[in-house]
T-cell receptor, first 111, second 112 residues
Framework: GIQVEQSPPDLILQEGANSTLRCNFSDSVNNLQWFHQNPWGQLINLFYIPSGTKQNGRLSATTVATERYSLLYISSSQTTDSGVYFC?????????????FGKGTLLTVNP | ETGVTQTPRHLVMGMTNKKSLKCEQHLGHNAMYWYKQSAKKPLELMFVYNFKEQTENNSVPSRFSPECPNSSHLFLHLHTLQPEDSALYLC???????????FGPGTRLTVT
């Protein structure tokens, strides 16, 4: 099946700093989603972005499907941005509903 | 975010108990999913229901028994669990025609 790798595994920032999280995937995808998991376990949808670029406030994401990677940008980070960020994909040609998750990036934003 | 709700939020059960997890979606979706998140492991898909029909069982042990009475409700019935089944169980939903999934807040299960 498809492999999803996220980097870095851990990231520590000072409040106000910018960061870039990366997601590499091993095959073509029909879907790519970025999630933020808060300390209580809730997975919050950030972006549905199988290709192209999207922005939502301080967050933006870019997926280059032909090169099999996606980037999540966080600007002017805040302590509330802390948590785990997951990338998840649906492989093209496979079950059209099976999300395969990466292991996540643990982000800690210090005041 | 109240589109997908799960109850209970926390559950502690013994290995001989029987309990059920409940998920309800208010988004008008017609596909529902159970995922398991164990410590230090990626989220794993357990079951998928499309229009109330189970379409995926990802080699889940029979001590986990799903039920989907309608497109808005999904249950996970638990019996004779093992301590290694302790995990966060997440429910998700989507439109069958769409790949985008929305998650509930999860049930944190501890098996003693």
């Amino acid at each position: 099946g498809i492999q999803v790798e996220q980097s870095p595994p851990d990231l520590i920032l000072q409040e106000g700093a910018n960061s870039t999280l990366r997601c590499n995937f091993s095959d073509s995808v029909n879907n790519l989603q970025w999630f933020h998991q808060n300390p209580w376990g809730q997975l919050i949808n950030l972006f549905y972005i199988p290709s192209g670029t999207k922005q939502n406030g301080r967050l933006s994401a870019t997926t280059v499907a032909t090169e099999r990677y996606s980037l999540l940008y966080i600007s002017s980070s805040q302590t509330t941005d802390s948590g785990v960020y997951f990338c998840a994909v649906v492989e093209s040609g496979g079950s059209n509903y099976k999300l395969t998750f990466g292991k996540g990036t643990l982000l800690t934003v210090n005041p | 975010e109240t589109g997908v709700t799960q109850t209970p939020r926390h559950l502690v059960m013994g290995m001989t108990n029987k309990k059920s997890l409940k998920c309800e979606q208010h988004l008008g979706h017609n596909a529902m999913y159970w995922y398991k998140q164990s410590a230090k492991k990626p989220l794993e898909l357990m079951f998928v229901y499309n229009f109330k029909e189970q379409t995926e069982n990802n080699s889940v042990p029979s001590r986990f028994s799903p039920e989907c009475p309608n497109s808005s409700h999904l249950f996970l019935h638990l019996h004779t669990l093992q301590p290694e089944d302790s995990a966060l169980y997440l429910c998700a939903s989507s439109r069958v025609q769409s790949y985008e999934q929305y998650f509930g807040p999860g049930t944190r299960l501890t098996v003693t």
